[in-house]
């Protein structure tokens, strides 16, 4: 996905909305494994010695920055001709 999302970066000038449900599909799934990696590790999930509660963190983060998920999805939807869902 990485290599994909430059090629199309250097290539197409409007690329945010090709791009988009790639951001989407690696946020979601690095917050589905940051929610299991921890309950498998148990306890030592949370400490900071292992590297799994670091994951963890970043993870989440990923869910907002640059953009939230839900403001990807809602551009997705008006790039597409759909009204806005906060409006």
């Known amino acids: 996905m ?3 999302s430059a090629a199309i970066t250097s290539q197409v000038r409007d690329y945010d909305t090709v791009l988009q ?6 946020a979601d ?6 929610t299991y ?3 498998i ?6 400490c900071d ?10 993870a989440y983060q990923i869910q907002f920055s640059p ?3 839900e403001m990807s999805r809602n551009m997705l939807m008006q790039f597409q001709g759909l009204p806005k869902s906060w409006a």
């Open 21 to 26: 449900p790639y951001k989407l599909v690696a």
């Open 2 to 4: 990485t290599a994909t």
């Open 41 to 46: 590790f148990g306890g030592y999930g949370i």
């Open 67 to 69: 953009i939230s998920n």
């Open 37 to 39: 990696g921890p309950e």
């Open 29 to 34: 799934g690095a917050r589905h494994a940051a």
């Open 49 to 58: 010695e292992y590297p799994v509660s670091m994951f963890a963190r970043d």
